[in-house]
């Protein structure tokens, strides 16, 4: 049987339900983010695009003014800043949970004193070392991604994914965010090879050793790509495929583009778990 984690994942003044998959919509309020960069710039279409996801089932928007995409230039925490600061208000006034996609402590400073609940750090504490004592001291949940500065092919991808976790976990742990504020991300597209991708998908239960709730992220990404032989605004079908084999696997999160569908089929997966309408 697959663990599942039916524990609530507490936020700074509420908590959200993970016994239903949830839905993370993504907000990229970039120019350049690698499938929807240049469509949510401009604040009115980002908060258009919010309220829409919110529609659809969103369970966290997740706000990001900052590309990861491979080769994308780093931006300053002033620029990363002046792209969200016209936002992210706006999307938390709108009552759904936000969590803020930066390694940067300050950028994530900023948002959570407007009302942010999650930290999603791409670089699972380890970037900046300000970030933990940021996250412990405002409350908030904190999603640990792990990456690598670049792939290699040579790894044991899992492996390297469980010392990386064990140390996000302990910088956690010495800032004294608790246990129900962690959620552990394997980074699906970063610092791997695209086979690397598939076989941390295809173990993916593996990683429920460490105890906390797992946030998948595929959406529309290159691995689709390889396997579909398809751009990124046609991927939400291989998307679909791959989010629902996670949340067989026991994801708790599933980060997308496209909020209705992925709804749909954790609602569906949901009814099949619990072998109940
Ligand atoms: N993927 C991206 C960005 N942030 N955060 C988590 N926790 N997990 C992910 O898999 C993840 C993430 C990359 O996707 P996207 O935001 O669509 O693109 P870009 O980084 O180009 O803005």
Redesign the pocket.
């Known amino acids: 049987m697959i663990e599942r984690h039916p524990d609530p994942l507490t936020l700074r003044h509420s908590s959200l339900t993970l016994d239903v998959p949830a839905i993370m919509g993504?907000l990229?309020v970039?120019p350049d983010?690698?499938?929807?960069?240049g469509r949510h710039d401009a604040p009115a279409a980002a908060l258009d695009h919010a309220r829409r996801m919110i529609a659809e089932g969103a369970d966290i928007l997740?706000i990001?003014g900052e590309?990861?995409?491979p080769g994308?230039p780093a931006v300053s925490a002033e620029e990363e800043w002046r792209r969200l600061a016209p936002v992210v208000e706006h999307v938390i006034a709108l009552g759904c949970p936000v969590s803020i996609?930066t390694y940067k402590a300050e950028t994530a400073r900023r948002a959570l004193a407007l009302g942010a609940s999650i930290v999603?750090d791409?670089w699972g504490l380890q970037r900046d070392p300000a970030m933990a004592d940021t996250v412990a001291e405002a409350g908030a949940a904190v999603?640990m991604?792990h990456n690598r500065e670049a792939a290699d092919a040579g790894l044991d991808i899992l492996a390297d994914i469980d010392r990386f976790f064990e140390n996000s976990m302990r910088l956690a742990e010495r800032a004294g965010i608790a246990r129900e504020r962690q959620v552990l991300?394997p980074?699906?597209?970063?610092g791997k090879t695209v086979d690397q991708n598939f076989q941390v998908l295809n173990r993916l239960e593996e990683l429920h050793k460490h105890g906390l709730p797992l946030?998948v992220?595929a959406?529309?990404k290159r691995m689709i790509g390889a396997v579909l032989g398809v751009e990124t605004d046609d991927r939400l079908y291989g998307s679909l495929a791959v989010h629902t084999i996670a949340m067989q696997k026991g994801a708790a999160i599933i980060?997308a583009?496209d909020v209705r569908p992925h709804k749909d089929a954790a609602r569906m997966a949901a009814a099949i778990f619990r072998e109940h309408v």
């Open positions: 993504i990229n970039t983010s690698f499938s929807d960069g997740d990001g590309s990861t995409r994308a996609d999603n791409v999603v991604m991300d980074g699906i597209g970063f946030l992220g959406s529309r980060r583009h």
